[in-house]
């Protein structure tokens, strides 16, 4: 089943027109792959999904149901995650306090997930009531991931988390989202193209601010020459 189509989105960021045609869809249950050079347009088309970079024209359907007009804190209550490259954690709180504040609800099922979610990141737990400023690069990547997790999404949509990553705390991270993959739908935006492709169904290539190939990532991973056209890997 799809549950996310974007159709021909078009974003202009001031006078700058950054996406000029970006088109994919993500079945439920997989992991989606967004890929392309630097500057390509990734981080745009999240922020558009979030509403936080709005779309002139084109389409953006979440459950059947049109979300591009929305306000973004109206997208998130739709069950749509988003884990920004900065990680956007709180340092001056602790790690328990910027779960908490992450939390739309308190109920059973929003402390199962929480549960849940802590049991893979053993890291948090330990530093449960230390300011997050002081986690590690990893260690906050882990954070930001847990705080999408809590709430019932549908949908996470995780900008780069590998990057800055040491390969030890990478691996890590991968575990996590193969763990995750049962629970919950990912768009993921991901340089490293080993992450990408162990984790990756699906992927979709941006190339100046437009989607310009798609496929299987298994196909992806043997076609060299299109690795070495938009993604610079030899
Ligand atoms: N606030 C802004 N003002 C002007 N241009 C911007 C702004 N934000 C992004 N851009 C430009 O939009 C283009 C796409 O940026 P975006 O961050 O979406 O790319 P990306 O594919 O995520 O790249 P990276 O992998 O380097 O994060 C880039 O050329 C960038 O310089």
Known sequence: MTLLKVDRIETYIGQYHILQGVSFEVKQGEVTVLLGRNGAGKTTTLRSLMGLNPISTGSITFKGESIHHLPTYEIARKGIGYVPEDQGVFPDLTIEENIRLAMQKSDDATLERRDW???LFPDLKTFWKKPSG???GGQKQMLAIARACVNDNELLLIDEPSKGLAPIMVEKVMNVLQEMKDRVTVVLVEQNFYM??????GYYIIDD?????SGQMAELKVNESLKKEYL???
């Open 117 to 119: 979610i802590l049991n």
């Open 134 to 136: 002081l986690l590690s």
């Open 196 to 201: 990408a492709s162990t984790i990756g169904d």
């Open 209 to 213: 601010g437009r989607t310009v190939h």
């Open 232 to 234: 610079g890997i030899a």
